[in-house]
């Protein structure tokens, strides 16, 4: 009998840790991160009066897994979705590569459900970018800006 008493506390307790959960969950903004579009060009070359050489390269570098990675570690408060439709927020941030350091080469937009901008700016460093967004749409969430 006593153990039964334990089995059904048991049971109850995990329900109550489910349900507060979900309850949670339910609070945080859905965010979908926009795919990221960066671009990097470099190049070089070098030569003398009997031969010369040359070489560049560049190409696409996508930086979405790397913000949703950095908005995991940046912005708990927030679930990032692969649904869009799903979202309570969209981020565009988009990387350029290839700049010199004293350059901003993060820029980022924040958009609601309705589709309005309602933060952007740049930045230099990705987590900065992903603090300034996080920080922007946690303050519009709070505010019950949201339907």
């Not at 010369?52 to 912005?75: H, L, N």
Request: with cysteine; net charge positive.
């Amino acid at each position: 009998m006593k153990s039964l008493k334990l089995v059904v506390l048991f049971c109850l307790t995990c329900l109550i840790a489910i349900s507060v959960t979900a309850q949670d969950e339910k609070n945080k903004p859905r965010v979908f991160i926009s795919d990221s579009k960066s671009w990097e060009i470099s190049g070089g070359g070098s030569g003398t009066h009997d031969a010369a050489a040359g070489a560049g390269g560049g190409g696409a570098r996508p930086q979405t897994a790397e913000i949703i990675k950095t908005f995991g570690e940046k912005c708990p408060d927030v679930i990032v979705t692969l649904k869009q439709d799903k979202a309570d927020y969209v981020v565009l941030l988009e990387h350029e590569g290839g700049k010199p350091g004293f350059n901003k080469d993060n820029k980022f937009v924040v958009f609601n459900n309705d589709g309005d901008a309602i933060k952007s700016g740049s930045t230099r460093a990705l987590g900065n970018a992903v603090k300034d967004s996080c920080t922007a749409l946690m303050n519009d969430w709070r505010t019950g800006a949201q339907k």
